[in-house]
């Protein structure tokens, strides 16, 4: 059986002020073509995320959800507006640069874990700090206790073939933490489960979350996951509403 979750002291993450925002969008706009055709995505979408807290994306299919995503983790340009990371407006900085921040501030999480099926659960989990610089040993210390923080440490050298489709998301949830990061985005991260193992996953994800002071915004369909995070950003016609908390 999978040991319960603990709390780690020596892996709070870097934040500089739990006073600053995570994530701060200000006026983000994101269109495609021009003139006549021109596709209007996002309109003057502001607001933000602090430390810990857990925000919701909803919206009907093909609202924008995967591209807000996008450029929240610097992996699009916004066509106007800010997109501010930790107090750092990283709009108009350089690939390299915000290659860098992708890679020491921000973790990301998706529907298909995208695990390496060639390696094991704690190789998986260190690869990103093995990536950053760190060297073997310290990163699979890391990777071990962040592996025990989601109640896996049992199961640290097993492929991913071997295990179950909740274990394997939770083990990228582990890898998503590794580098500690202060924003986490997830994209469906418990689509691909059934409701008992996705509503397991996601209480590890939010007691991960808060515990370690990381902000997550976390796009789903599923309104009974939603009720259960801090507050929801609801995409319609281009504009981002912040629905508050939702009532189950």
Not at 15 to 42: C, K, W
Not at 44 to 68: D, H
Not at 213 to 241: E, S
Request: contains cysteine; aromatic residues 4%.
């Amino acid at each position: 059986m999978s040991e319960p979750l603990i709390r780690s002291q020596d892996m709070a993450p870097r934040i500089a002020s739990q006073n600053l925002p995570a994530l701060m969008l200000h006026n983000v706009t994101r269109t495609f073509g021009s003139g006549p055709e021109t596709l209007e995505i996002f309109r003057g979408i502001t607001n933000q995320i602090m430390p810990g807290e857990i925000v919701a994306l909803v919206g009907p299919s093909g609202s924008g959800k995967s591209s807000l995503l996008h450029i929240c983790g610097l992996l699009e340009a916004p066509s106007s507006g800010a997109v501010v990371i930790n107090g750092r407006d990283c709009s108009k900085l350089d690939d390299a640069e915000r290659t860098r921040i992708r890679r020491e501030e921000l973790g990301f999480v998706y529907q298909f874990h995208h695990l390496l099926q060639e390696f094991n659960a704690l190789e998986n989990v260190a690869m990103p700090q093995r990536i950053g610089g760190k060297g073997a040993r310290e990163a699979e210390a890391l990777a071990m206790r962040l592996l025990t923080l989601v109640g896996l440490s049992q199961r640290a050298t097993h492929r991913p073939a071997k295990l179950s489709g909740g274990e394997q998301q939770r083990v990228a949830i582990a890898r998503a933490l590794a580098n500690q990061p202060r924003l986490i985005l997830a994209d469906e991260p418990t689509g691909n489960l059934d409701q008992k193992t996705a509503d397991m996953v996601f209480n590890v994800f939010v007691e991960t979350c808060r515990s370690r002071g990381v902000a997550a915004l976390i796009a789903t369909h599923n309104l009974q996951m939603a009720v259960k995070m801090d507050r929801t950003w609801l995409l319609h016609d281009g504009k981002l509403i912040d629905a508050g908390k939702l009532k189950a």
